[in-house]
């Protein structure tokens, strides 16, 4: 079974410039997470979809980061204008929906974002 | 709200001796709890759950858990340490937000524990 794919792995980018990250989920996995890992420490939950709606975004800086889920498959989060404090790693996590108990979340490898 | 704390940013153990990395959370319901190991240049990966089941976990790579409530604990222990077990470790805490309905889990993550094993 294939992973989690995200892309790119690393992005280097000066402030104020916009940057894209992808990621395609686990396929039939419903949910779909994006978490920003900074150095040091833990992932922190950005933005959840289920299928091609949002769930939750309350953590989502929404004055700069967007994010979608067209189809309910792949997803992209965007930042415009980045700042330095962007800097960190971007995680995509996907999960099974069938209703009713939570699933293991399986994680992408990360985009590791520089903001100089 | 929900939260854990690791007690330990850094453990070293010697390759064979005992591994203890310690977590303590908070949580408003009966949470489920996880934990999680990152390799560099590799992505999250759950080495075990509890989800009001049985209170002590097995999960992979011979690593093992107990829930302990009276003490809000979720220790994570390994009888003999493997040099391949040097990683980041997340103790995670999920919440419900709403029900039992499926999609509104929340994982809240620790800061993470570094095991070095030396050889």
């Known amino acids: 079974e294939a992973g989690v794919a995200q892309s790119p792995r690393y992005k280097i980018i000066e402030k104020r410039q916009s940057v894209a990250f992808w990621c395609n989920p686990i396929s039939g996995h419903a949910t779909l997470y994006w978490y920003q890992q900074i150095l040091g420490q833990g992932p922190k939950l950005l933005i959840q979809f289920q299928n091609n709606g949002v769930v939750d975004d309350s953590q989502l800086p929404k004055d700069r980061f967007s994010a979608e889920r067209l189809k309910g498959v792949d997803s992209t989060l965007k930042i415009q204008p980045a700042k330095l404090e962007d800097s960190a790693v971007y995680l995509c996590a996907s999960s099974l929906s069938a209703g009713g108990w939570s699933y293991e979340q399986y994680f992408g490898p990360g985009t590791r974002l520089t903001v100089t | 709200a929900q939260s854990v704390t690791q007690l330990d940013s850094h453990v070293s153990v010697s390759e064979g001796t005992p591994v203890l990395l310690r977590c303590n959370y908070s949580s408003s319901y009966s949470p489920s709890l996880f934990w999680y190991v990152q390799h560099p240049n590799k992505g999250l990966q759950l080495l075990l759950k509890?989800?009001?089941?049985?209170?002590l976990v097995k999960g992979i790579n011979g690593f093992e858990a107990e829930f302990k409530k009276s003490e809000t604990s979720f220790h994570l222990t390994k009888p003999s340490a493997h040099m391949s077990d040097a990683a980041e470790y997340f103790c995670v805490v999920s919440d419900v937000r709403e029900g039992r309905n499926f999609g509104n889990e929340k994982l809240t993550f620790g800061t993470g524990t570094r095991l070095t094993i030396i050889p």
């Open positions: 509890y989800t009001s089941a049985a209170t």
